[in-house]
């Protein structure tokens, strides 16, 4: 499903999804991008996943609750602030490449005897 289909579909699995990658993955994740996406599809995504959610309004829809529609407003609103600011997005994925690289086995910092 693609951006564009979920904005248009009716509440249900892809809002489930949705929900998971805010609250387990990263702002890319959040926003259905890779982390080399250009701002303006940063700009564009975040648009039509807030239109998404003004649509269903406050309401609880296909299991998914007045409170987590919330959360997912927060989600999106942070990745935008986030990923729409020069300096903020370059600290944010230095730091997403540091998890990376330590989960993958690498090692930052000074070596230990």
Partial sequence: MTGRDLVHAPAGPGLERLLERARYGSYFEVLGLSR??????VARRSRELILLLER??????AGIEAAELEELRWSIREAWRILSTPELRERYS???ARITDDMEGGHHGPAHD
Wanted: no cysteine; glycine share 14%.
């Fill in 36 to 41: 080399d996406a250009p701002f303006a599809d």
């Fill in 56 to 61: 269903l309004g406050s309401e609880p829809a």
């Fill in 94 to 96: 230095l730091g997403l």
